[in-house]
T-cell receptor, first 114, second 116 residues
Framework: AQTVTQSQPEMSVQEAETVTLSCTYDTSESDYYLFWYKQPPSRQMILVIRQEAYKQQNATENRFSVNFQKAAKSFSLKISDSQLGDAAMYFCAYRGNTGNQFYFGTGTSLTVIP | ETGVTQTPRHLVMGMTNKKSLKCEQHLGHNAMYWYKQSAKKPLELMFVYNFKEQTENNSVPSRFSPECPNSSHLFLHLHTLQPEDSALYLC???????????????FGAGTRLSVL
């Protein structure tokens, strides 16, 4: 079964600074999709960014970007110019090209220091 | 607001009670999901419904009983729960599951369940 590992239970960043959250995964599939979700205190999971494994170019969404290393099975999230509203739990998720399952990591709690 | 609404937000129940969680999506999706979120553990997929048909049941105990009367509504009926079932229960929806895997899941805000 696929596994997703987030090795940083907690991270903190100074407002306006940059932080990188780590994620590794294990799979034997060649085609799959990776996601970062944000869960603020309101508890509603919101998609931050996604990456298709067949694309070499790293995905970018405004201040959020990923560093996708397929060979290393690594998918880190970089948040630039951190804002107070970025404080939340961040979950890395994997989905294969077939089937119904998303696999989630255990999450990283991000604190933004004013 | 993601278009997925869950009620109630909080629920406290005894082990002998029967209660139901409700999920409703206004996104025109055909697939709906129940997840269990416990502290320091990955989200656990419980059930998947695709066009009102259950397609996944990840070895969930029978004290959890899902119901999907139509593509917009999903229920989780609870009966004779155990204290270890206390968790945040999240509902999600997406376009048809099992197709075009890049489909994104949209989540509700969850029901915080406490079993006494």
């Amino acid at each position: 079964a696929q596994t997703v590992t987030q090795s940083q239970p907690e991270m903190s960043v100074q407002e306006a600074e940059t932080v990188t959250l780590s994620c590794t995964y294990d799979t034997s599939e060649s085609d799959y999709y990776l996601f970062w979700y944000k869960q603020p205190p309101s508890r509603q999971m919101i998609l931050v960014i996604r990456q298709e494994a067949y694309k070499q170019q790293n995905a970018t969404e405004n201040r959020f970007s990923v560093n996708f290393q397929k060979a290393a099975k690594s998918f880190s999230l970089k948040i630039s110019d951190s804002q107070l509203g970025d404080a939340a739990m961040y979950f890395c998720a994997y989905r294969g090209n077939t089937g119904n399952q998303f696999y989630f990591g255990t999450g990283t709690s991000l604190t933004v220091i004013p | 607001e993601t278009g997925v609404t869950q009620t109630p937000r909080h629920l406290v129940m005894g082990m002998t009670n029967k209660k139901s969680l409700k999920c409703e999506q206004h996104l025109g999706h055909n697939a709906m999901y129940w997840y269990k979120q416990s502290a320091k553990k990955p989200l656990e997929l419980m059930f998947v419904y695709n066009f009102k048909e259950q397609t996944e049941n990840n070895s969930v105990p029978s004290r959890f009983s899902p119901e999907c009367p139509n593509s917009s509504h999903l229920f989780l009926h609870l009966h004779t729960l155990q204290p270890e079932d206390s968790a945040l229960y999240l509902c999600a929806s997406s376009q048809a599951a099992g197709t075009l895997a890049k489909n994104i899941q949209y989540f509700g805000a969850g029901t915080r369940l406490s079993v006494l």
